[in-house]
Structure formats: C-alpha cells, structure tokens
C-alpha cells in the first residue's frame, strides 16, 4: 500500500530503482528533503546522480519506488501531468545553459513566466530583477552569442528561480566553469536559493558544493554511500 510521506518534507523517495538498457542507474535509493534545505548529491562519473535529479523531478519515472512531491505522488502522474509540475513548481539548472539564442537575456530568463501565462510587461520587470540580484543585468539586452561563461550560466540560473519553483534541481552546474567562476556561480546559486527558501538538490562532484550545502549524500554505482550533515 502506498503511504504518503511526513508532513514537513517536501520532497521524499522511497526504494528507487532505474536501468538503462538493462544496466542498473539506481538500487534502492531512499532520502527525504524539507523546505529550504539544500541536499548535495555527491559521486563520481556514472554514480547515478542525473539519473536521480531525473527521477526526483518526473523526467523519468522510476522502475519501482515511490517519488513524493508535497502530497503529490509523481511516480504515478501521468506525462502532461508531470510536465506540468515541472512548468510550474521546478526548476532546473544544467551543466550547459541551454539558452534560446534568438532571445535576450532578459527574454530568456522571462521564458517560465511567459510559459505559465503571466503579462508579458510583469515578466520582463521580474526577470529583469532576478538579472540584476544575479548581477548580470547589464546583460538583459545582450544574446546568449555575446555573454561569456559565466554570464550565460547566471541567466540560465535566473531563468530557473525567476517563477520562484518549490524545488531547483541542479545537475554540475558549474561543470564548464573552473577556479574562481565556479564559486562565484556555486555561491550565486545557493544564496539566491536560500533568500527565497527554495529546495535545492545539487548533483556534483565538487567538494565545494557540498561545502554550501544544508547536507550531502554520495552515490556510489546507483546506491546510496552516506548522508552526512554539512
């Protein structure tokens, strides 16, 4: 029987599993995250992080297990269900910003605002704040052709808090930036994250990361390894 998960977390799971092509992603994986935390979710190369985000967030669905988002069950929505939770209460940041290059930064970042039937005008003033608390609003009117690294991901980020989502899922994305720009964008992600409460589950493999983190756990081979508060 399928029992809905505690009341103060708002994201939960419960005995995940997930093949590819007949090969294990995820064995048993198990975790629960309240409101505001932000969960790193630590392992190397095929350790199946993106294929948890994946799960978590209803882009796949597992092969057995459950995935609970509030009192919403995911693992049994439907796809224009799920699309739709994602749409409207998740956000996601890739390794690669992923920007519509025919738009402005500014239009880019209004993108879900514009998607979920806001006015046009209230979009654009709203981006245009996530923009400039992310310090890239000179670069509203600029393509996604004239901005470095950097700025590109920092418009991908503003795009992904600009509806103010329940839950941001993160997959590396600081994976093309080095040294100094990936702390930069780490810390611009997590402190924006937290001024708003929004629940963060950031898959790395970046001990930086897991630094900025509420809390962490390893994946190692698809399963679990260790929880361990930051």
Do not use: K
Not at 101 to 106: D, G, V
Not at 211 to 224: F, I, K, Y
């Amino acid at each position: 029987m399928t029992t809905a998960p505690p009341d103060n977390d708002v994201l939960w799971a419960r005995g995940l599993h997930r093949a590819h092509a007949g090969s294990p992603a995820l064995c048993d994986v198990s975790l629960a995250v309240r409101e505001g935390e932000i969960l790193a979710v630590t392992g190397g190369r095929g350790s199946g992080r993106t294929t948890l985000l994946d799960c978590l967030s209803g882009r796949l669905l597992p092969d057995r297990g459950e995935v609970w988002f509030n009192s919403i069950p995911v693992h049994t929505l439907s796809r224009a269900a799920r699309d739709r939770l994602r749409r409207e209460r998740f956000g996601w940041i890739g390794h690669r910003a992923r920007l519509v290059p025919e738009l402005t930064a500014r239009e880019n970042a209004a993108l879900p605002l514009l998607l979920a039937g806001v006015g046009a005008r209230t979009a654009r003033r709203t981006a245009q704040e996530w923009l400039e608390r992310l310090d890239v609003g000179d670069c509203a009117r600029r393509r996604p052709q004239a901005l470095d690294r950097v700025q590109r991901q920092r418009v991908a980020i503003a795009r992904a808090l600009v509806h103010r989502p329940a839950v941001l899922f993160a997959d590396e994305p600081t994976a093309p930036l080095h040294g100094r720009e990936r702390r930069l964008v780490l810390r611009t992600l997590t402190t924006a994250a937290r001024s708003h409460t929004i629940t963060t589950l950031l898959a790395c493999n970046d001990p930086q990361a897991a630094e900025l983190a509420d809390r962490s756990m390893a994946l190692a081979d698809g399963r679990l390894a260790c929880s361990l508060t930051a």
